[in-house]
């Protein structure tokens, strides 16, 4: 049998849960639901991270002590995912015997085959980041994340030999593809590495200044660094190294992560296991930001979403779908409870909702409620059977990869399809023109891809599927099915067999009105608008239209390789032009350029890409970026770079 482990990070207790945790969990929980109906036998594994600094502070702030303060955070968590119908196999928490034991048996191995040495460091620390940076990764002084002036600390500590791996680092991404994914972090890291000397890593702090941590077991002067403690937490769980658990699933380990921690992930914790003599683990796998407001949740702005309040005002299934639908895996995508509403509307109301609905209903009215015994196919038939496998089959595909909302989109093809087949076929004409033998396939096929795609969607809305099976008269039994089988198996639905009268899993949702306090914001926030608009004006113009450094670098520009160019139906100097920046989709760049390119000259072309503007519509046509150009006399140059590259490589 096959195996699948996956695991979230372990959450930093500085804080209650919020939707972004909601996400990677349910994602975690997707991928073990989905992997287990592919075959596999799975473990998924979530937990916390409860030691560093910032939990002394946050417990000091509180006024309880650090262990006081993390067993009550850790619990907010442990007790959110039951809520979240999260099925997670272990919950694994750093401050627990069983993780410190494996992170002190960890140094003390690569301790002692000379890949830990003791040395004295001056460099600027962040107590929000909670490490060192140099003097060039500073921005005007200034910690790049929280904006804040780091302290500078001169003290001995230890350090592991994190540059020593690099090379083979550089080797083995390079060899394995689908090492970290999607692709445009695989990119990034291999920047970063190529870009110069990866510097050895301080995996200490001293008592004198931090005591909550892990002793290291060479020093019970020093705790150990935070990463160096909270990565070994994927070993740990497995029962690291004698563990069958270990043996059984680490072959087979896939982590799930959100974008700001890809460099302790992506290079931290491979150089870490190369050092202590232990394999590689299979795939990194980097989602990005949800955004309210095209701003990132935080809680010192207060725009930060509680998963629960979600699940309790549009139920959880909902809220399950438009998650993973929603979000382009890698990407930033922008929450707001509008996006949600017309998703369930649109996806699950009116489309799968409407399609049980009709169908139970013609089934109990020309049948008794009965499943009929299927007659001769029609061509309809033959088709709409091979629009299911085409669906089932990407949907298989595209979640395998990780590309849950391209997945989603293609078993959604058989839910349109299956509503056209309806009206097709018109169910209500064959029963009044008494064609019952050709009316019992008719219904017989919709009921039984009916029930293909109810299997299908287990892992994305596991208590919304198991209702719709139990429509149709079947009880889920999850160990009784094989998801690839699914492709070629026909007519496991049992005629005779009685399904509901209808179905009303998903009733439609009215837009909230917006509320008196909402209302006098967006008048305070128009008007605040126009004054800051006059200030930026003015400041503008005395600045000579000069920008600072911090404005350049939210400018995030890559390499993408162009795929498909279209001319735009309804303006002639515009061209739709698709371009492959390393993510999961296509990117679309309506560009107007129609009168200097064809088609025929952009593809395959390399051109640079502005990857984060904030779509928007040309003439009915999404544009999502800018393609960079140079006006030449009466022609136009692309830029490009002087040899080709992966694309989504970074530009800077």
Request: net charge negative; glycine share 6%.
């Amino acid at each position: 049998m096959e195996h699948f482990y996956i695991t979230t990070p372990i959450y930093y207790v500085n804080a209650k849960p919020h939707l972004g945790h909601a996400y990677t969990t349910t994602v975690a929980d997707s991928l073990s639901r989905f992997h287990r109906l592919m075959g596999a036998e799975t473990y998924f594994l979530t937990g916390t991270d409860e030691h560093g600094d910032k939990i002394v502070q946050a417990a000091e702030s509180n006024g309880q002590s650090p262990q006081e303060y993390v067993d009550i955070i850790s619990k907010l968590f442990e007790d959110l995912w039951p809520n979240m119908n999260i099925s997670n196999d272990d919950f694994i928490r750093t401050t627990q015997p069983r993780h410190i034991e494996v992170v002190q048996d960890i140094l003390q191995k690569v301790y002692d085959s000379g890949d830990i040495y003791f040395g004295e460091y001056g460099g600027h620390y962040c107590f929000g980041c909670e490490r060192f940076y140099t003097e060039k990764e500073l921005v005007d002084g200034m910690c790049p994340d929280h904006k804040t002036k780091p302290e500078y600390i001169a003290e001995k500590n230890y350090f592991f030999k994190m540059s020593k791996y690099k090379e083979w680092l550089l080797d083995h991404i390079k060899k394995n593809p689908d090492f970290i994914r999607p692709a445009q972090y695989r990119n990034e890291v291999l920047s970063l590495l190529e870009s110069g000397e990866l510097e050895d890593l301080c995996i200490s702090r001293p008592k004198s200044r931090l005591t909550w941590g892990i002793d290291l077991p060479f020093d019970k002067d020093y705790v150990t660094y935070v990463w160096f403690d909270a990565l070994i937490n994927y070993l740990a769980a497995l029962g690291y190294p004698e563990g069958g658990k270990f043996k059984k699933f680490w072959p087979s380990a896939n982590h799930l992560i959100a974008k700001d921690i890809l460099k302790p992930h992506a290079v931290f914790w491979p150089t870490m296991l190369k050092a202590a003599g232990i394999e590689p683990f299979q795939s990194l796998n980097v989602h990005g930001y949800w955004l309210i407001k095209d701003t990132k949740m935080s809680k010192s702005i207060g725009n930060v979403v509680e998963p629960l309040a979600m699940k309790d005002t549009y139920g959880l299934d909902a809220f399950r779908y438009f998650l993973l639908r929603e979000m382009s895996f890698g990407q930033d995508s922008s929450f707001s409870e509008e996006a949600l509403i017309g998703r369930l509307n649109a996806d699950l109301a009116n489309d799968l909702g409407n399609l049980f609905s009709r169908t139970l209903s013609m089934t109990h009215k020309y049948f008794g409620g009965a499943i009929p015994r299927p007659d001769v196919e029609d061509i309809v038939d033959a088709e709409i059977k091979k629009l299911g496998q085409n669906a089932m089959k990407s949907f298989q595909d595209f979640y395998s990869e990780m590309k849950f909302s391209r997945g989603l989109e293609g078993l959604w093809e058989l839910v349109r399809g299956l509503n056209k087949y309806i009206d097709a076929t018109a169910p209500w004409t064959l029963f009044k023109e008494k064609d019952m033998d050709r009316l019992s396939t008719v219904i017989y096929v919709l009921l039984e891809n009916m029930r293909k795609i109810a299997v299908h969607l287990w892992p994305v809305m596991p208590e919304s599927s198991e209702k719709m099976l139990k429509q149709l008269g079947i009880n889920f039994d999850p160990e009784k099915v094989n998801l690839p089988k699914e492709l070629d198996v026909w007519g496991l639905l049992e005629s005779g067999e009685i399904v509901a009268e209808t179905s009303n899993l998903f009733p439609r949702v009215e837009t909230p009105e917006p509320k008196p306090d909402d209302m006098a914001a967006k008048v305070s926030k128009k008007g605040k608008g126009k004054k800051d608009k006059k200030q930026g004006e003015k400041t503008a113009a005395e600045n000579n239209g000069i920008i600072e450094f911090e404005d350049f670098q939210k400018i995030d520009m890559r390499v993408g390789t162009v795929r498909e160019v279209e001319k735009h139906p309804d303006a002639d100097r515009l061209l739709l032009v698709r371009v492959d920046t390393g993510e999961d989709e296509l990117r679309q760049v309506v560009a107007g350029i129609a009168d200097f390119f064809t088609p025929d000259d952009l593809i395959g072309k390399q051109v640079v890409v502005v990857t984060n503007l904030k779509p928007r519509k040309l003439r009915k046509q999404l544009s999502q970026g800018m393609i960079l150009a140079v006006k030449s006399g009466d022609g136009m140059q692309l830029l490009t770079p002087t040899a080709e590259v992966d694309a989504g490589s970074k530009v800077s």
